[in-house]
């Protein structure tokens, strides 16, 4: 009779310590499942900073490509316009004179414009260079910055 009363207490303390543990092993997943979703969280916060960053970065680069290639054409057109009317003073005039001050007129007008749109370029890319210093640097000193302290331990903040 002993024995039975002692394997039963035995036998209960085994399902209370069983029970005890199935208990740990549910609130540890738990934890773990919000772990996981804080890691995932954080992970897609970087993430999405990144692609906006990205994103800026395309949309600079889309605006330079665009006002130098907007310079481009407006200085073919421009050229073409050029060429056209000296070219027209040159075949029609009749004074030989005129047109020799026609052609020099000429030569300083395409020397300058093309003087005016290599600036416009220069300017454009300087701009650009100086947006991408002081606008997508910081984001990205901010980025990093971020993720050097979301990689510290606990005990290293």
Known sequence: MITLSLVSALLFIALGGLCYTYCQLLVCRRQVRILNSR???AHSALQKSRMDLLE???RARLLEDSVSGGASAVEKLHKAISNTTFGLID???RDEA???TARK???TH???SQ???RTVRTTNRALHILADTLIIGKAEKQIV????VSRKTPHEH
């Open 39 to 41: 890691r995932l969280a």
């Open 56 to 58: 800026v970065r395309n």
């Open 91 to 93: 075949l029609f005039s």
């Open 98 to 100: 005129f047109r020799e």
């Open 105 to 107: 007129a000429r030569d």
């Open 110 to 112: 395409d020397e300058t």
């Open 115 to 117: 003087k005016i749109y």
């Open 145 to 148: 910055s971020r993720q050097t």
